[in-house]
């Protein structure tokens, strides 16, 4: 199976910062990673697929990059409404495996 | 609008059933993968098992495989997974997703929740 980790496992930041996540992976996955963003009590939400791709949406303040086993999720001017729990996932083989999240507070 | 919804969560336990439903609306849920997530609570995310468009391939985790079963109903535009054997370890909210072509999960309905305890 695919390892995803995730660091850091959380991070707090002031409105305005820019906030960098990592994800990386126990073997190459190309561009198979997607990002996604939780609130509590609520489900997942695409932000990111094949790496880099931002979905209809989502601001454009969050980008993506990376590929093979090292991904990074960029959040630039971060905003009150970013508090959210942010996981990876690689989809380049089963089974689908997501990193530990990473919890970004304001 | 595009929509999944679950049903069929509760209280079960260890070592009982229970079948969760996801319905899909607004998409032709034969067209695509579908996937069920779970979530332990205060945990992260984990893939339980997915079922391809024409219903040829299932993929389970080895968490769950020969204990959870999936299935869908084209008419009904409805995936269904059969939970037997529960542990309490099952004990999480599930997530029905659908499968987007580049492997990701674009539509999340809102979570069912299974507790598995005496």
């Known amino acids: 199976d695919i390892q995803m980790t995730q660091s850091p496992s959380s991070v707090s930041a002031s409105v305005g910062d820019r906030v960098t996540i990592t994800c990386r992976a126990s073997?190459?996955?190309?561009?198979?990673l997607a990002w996604y963003q939780q609130k509590p009590g609520k489900a997942p939400k695409l932000l990111i697929s094949?790496?880099?791709s931002l979905e209809s949406g989502v601001p454009s303040r969050f980008s993506g990059s990376g590929s093979g086993t090292d991904f990074t999720l960029t959040i630039n001017s971060l905003q009150p409404e970013d508090s959210a729990t942010y996981y990876c996932?690689?989809?380049?083989?089963?089974?689908?495996?997501f990193g530990g999240g990473t919890k970004v507070e304001i | 609008e595009v929509q999944l919804v679950e049903s069929g969560g509760g209280l079960v336990q260890p070592g009982g059933s229970l079948r969760l439903s996801c319905a899909a609306s607004?998409?032709?849920?034969?067209?695509?993968?579908m996937h069920w997530v779970r979530q332990a609570p205060g945990k992260g995310l984990v893939w339980v098992l997915s079922?391809?468009?024409?219903?040829?391939?299932?993929v389970y985790a080895d968490s769950v495989k020969g204990r959870f079963t999936v299935s869908g109903d084209n008419a009904k535009n409805t995936l269904y997974v059969q939970m037997n054997s529960l542990r309490a370890e099952d004990t999480a909210v599930y997530y029905c997703?659908?499968?987007?072509?580049?492997?990701?999960?674009?539509?999340w309905g809102q979570g069912t929740t299974v507790t598995v305890s005496s």
């Open positions: 607004g998409f032709t849920f034969s067209s695509y993968w």
């Open positions: 996932q690689q989809g380049n083989s089963f089974p689908f495996t």
């Open positions: 997703s659908r499968g987007a072509k580049d492997r990701t999960m674009d539509v």
């Open positions: 073997q190459g996955i190309s561009s198979w």
């Open positions: 094949a790496a880099s």
């Open positions: 079922f391809n468009n024409d219903g040829s391939n299932r």
